[in-house]
């Protein structure tokens, strides 16, 4: 009997400290599984992009950010463009290439040393016009509703004059959610969690396809711990489109973590509202990482940046291995044999 | 153990050529650690304690340790990047900012790349007497003939004055202590090297060296230096297809040199190490690495890397790797280097 109360003691110890154990990995699960709906946040603040290539296509980007202000460098990578900068030690960075137009980083201005000189401008959106930056993109700091813009040019810079609002529109973000928005909210069982701040502000114009919950599960990747939502609605309410007057491609984006956007959701042709792109014949497409790109006349393809790849190859590093190995063993005879020689 | 060696000082130049290739053009982390493991091992290939080594040597160990210290510098002034590990207040005047990964991959790089040049170096000069160098150079290179030996020879001579200068001073009773005694050091110390290397060039000049004089050889090297110029401008097409003006006009302007100088020969008559089977293997492993080195800058991108915007892992390819590795070859032939 004694022995009998020894192993039940024994059992309910044990598995009080699986409880215990369990407990705080379950909290980690519940907070990184859940769908991140956070739409009784506050509002996000959010920055606007316009880049132009030198054959006139045209990328908008909206970027939403927690912090005060990000960096112009920061918004150029949060918008998951392709692009190249070069240290110039104080000066800050300077930016080489922008989608694989440009310079490469040890020859950063290579197209500028003849005429016509062609590198990336920097402008920065003001009231009614754009302003040359002339500091580097890591020195300047946007705040809410500023516009950064790129151009691949000798002379004019060739922006369009777009406001954030147009932009946030573009793109696929409502810069002024209603609140029955917010409500009718439903992020599927798919829909995975990085994408709740983009699903709460989509903008009411456009229509969205049920590719958004695969493209969702696809790609998304958050590696902060959004908030769980308990119990959400089973089904989205997606706004009714309006008579469509352009053929646009909208890429809905949200931010997971500080440094990086990832995108989390595709809709199929959607009807622009009325933003002001330059060309009268639009096409947009979606540059998958929260770009939009624009090309006057012609379909677009898309100009989808890819994350560099962080993972090593175990055969690159295997083989790179091996080569060092070689090294350091030639290394080692050498100095075998020459101190056979001196002695 | 083979008897003493001396390798041909052009087999010497184009090894020098073809380590230095990667440093100078790339800052592929993992190409610039194995350049530096293949220096090493030629560099500690030469034997110690020879005169004209040493000096170069701790030429290279300080000019190293500074490339290491810089990487700080470069983590504390570039605020670049997409992975911070730490930030200063943004108050603080240029080094205030996130402190980046990317910024210290960077600066890894360099530092890298800057220590193989300077091993690389270091082995070049202990490894090759100069002034036979020099004497291999085309009589209207003699201006530059004369400018080089100075410059090469005044880094050693100095080094070597210096200890001189300083054994000198403390058997005399002259303590180091203070900076106001270092006077006492560095006057002479920059006087005796210039000294050196003067005499060194008048010494150059007053053996005819530069005069002219057309030998019998001239037809025959006349083809070659055709052939070569000829190699270098069809090199110099691709860089310029490629949209790399500066390089394509610098090559295009050694193929002009080629042709053009080197038509008077000098009457030197000192005797000159011989092409042998070691020297011709070195030269040959360098030329094949500087074609696969210049064919990867030319075709791709396979050397170049940027640690900015994004922090990302190098690729390798083994076909350039082993192109580096080609360059270990004077550590198995250099033994030891007749003086």
């Known amino acids: ?343 | 153990m083979s008897p003493p060696q001396q390798l041909h000082p052009v087999a010497w130049l184009l090894w020098f050529l073809a380590v230095g290739a990667v440093p100078l053009t790339s800052r592929q982390p993992l190409y610039l650690l194995l350049t530096l493991l293949v220096v090493i091992v030629v560099h500690l290939a030469l034997p110690a304690g020879e005169e004209r080594g040493n000096p170069w040597r701790l030429f290279a160990y300080v000019g190293s340790t500074v490339a290491v210290l810089s990487i700080g510098f470069n983590v504390l002034t570039v605020h670049t990047g997409d992975r911070a590990f730490a930030e200063l207040p943004d108050s603080w005047p240029i080094i205030g900012g996130p402190l980046t990964y990317n910024a210290l991959v960077y600066g890894v790089a360099s530092a890298l790349a800057i220590s193989s040049l300077l091993f690389a170096a270091a082995t070049f000069n202990a490894a090759v007497r100069h002034m036979e160098l020099i004497r291999r150079l085309p009589s209207s290179f003699q201006q530059f003939g004369v400018a080089g030996a100075i410059a090469l020879s005044y880094v050693p001579h100095t080094m070597q004055a210096g200890r001189d200068i300083y054994d000198a001073q403390r058997a005399r009773g002259h303590q180091m202590r203070s900076v106001g005694a270092a006077r006492a050091f560095l006057v002479p110390l920059l006087g005796n090297g210039l000294e050196r290397a003067i005499t060194t060039s008048e010494a150059l000049e007053t053996r005819g060296y530069g005069s002219t004089d057309l030998g019998s050889r001239q037809k025959g090297l006349g083809r070659w230096r055709f052939a070569l110029a000829l190699l270098l401008l069809v090199t110099a097409l691709p860089l310029l297809a490629t949209g790399r003006i500066a390089a394509a006009l610098f090559v295009a302007l050694v193929a002009v040199a080629a042709l053009t100088v080197g038509r008077r020969q000098s009457k030197q008559r000192v005797q000159l190490t011989g092409w042998d089977r070691p020297s011709l293997a070195i030269a040959t492993a360098a030329i094949a690495a500087l074609g696969v080195i210049l064919a990867a800058i030319v075709a791709g991108q396979s050397l170049s890397y940027s640690p900015f915007p994004r922090l990302v892992w190098p690729g390798f390819n083994p076909i350039i790797g082993a192109a580096i590795l080609l360059q270990l070859a004077p550590a198995f032939v250099a033994h030891r280097v007749d003086r």
């Open chain 1, 1 to 343: 009997m004694l022995v009998s109360s020894r192993r039940v003691h024994h059992r309910s110890t044990v598995a009080a400290g699986i409880a215990a154990a369990l407990i705080p990995l379950l909290l980690l699960l519940a907070s990184t599984a859940g769908p991140a709906v956070n739409a009784q946040g506050p509002p996000r603040n959010g920055a606007g992009l316009v880049v132009r290539h030198g054959d006139g296509t045209f990328v908008y980007a909206y970027v939403e950010f927690d912090s005060e202000t990000i960096s112009g460098e920061e918004l150029l990578l949060r918008a998951g463009l392709d692009f190249v900068v070069a240290p110039f030690g104080g000066l800050g960075a300077g930016v080489c290439a922008i989608n694989g137009e440009g310079c490469p980083a040890d020859d950063c201005y290579c197209q500028s040393y003849s005429s016509p000189a062609y590198y990336w401008n920097y402008y920065s959106r003001t009231a009614d016009s754009w302003a040359v930056q002339l500091r580097g993109p890591s020195g300047r700091q946007l705040a809410d509703g500023d516009i950064d813009g790129w151009s691949w040019t000798t002379g004019d810079h060739g922006l369009p004059p777009v406001t954030i609002d147009e932009i946030a529109t573009l793109t696929g973000f409502n810069r002024n959610p209603e609140p029955t928005a917010t409500a009718t909210l439903a992020p599927t069982a798919t829909f995975t969690p990085a994408t709740a701040t983009a699903t709460a502000t989509i903008p009411p114009l456009a229509t969205n396809t049920p590719i958004l919950a695969s493209t969702a599960t696809a790609t998304a990747v958050p590696t902060t711990a959004p908030l769980p939502s308990p119990t959400p609605p089973a089904t989205a309410t997606q706004p009714v489109a309006t008579t469509p007057s352009a053929s646009a491609t909208s890429t809905t984006v949200a931010t997971a973590t500080a440094t990086n956007i990832v995108p989390t959701s595709t809709s199929t042709p959607s009807p622009a509202p009325s933003p002001s792109p330059p060309a009268p014949t639009l096409a947009a497409t979606s540059t998958g990482s929260g770009a939009v790109i624009v090309r006057p006349g012609e379909t677009p393809e898309a100009l989808a940046s890819e994350d560099g790849d962080n993972t090593p190859s175990g055969s690159e590093l295997a083989i790179f291995g091996g080569f060092a190995a070689i090294a350091v063993a030639a290394g080692m005879f050498v100095v075998v044999k020459r101190r056979r020689v001196e002695s």
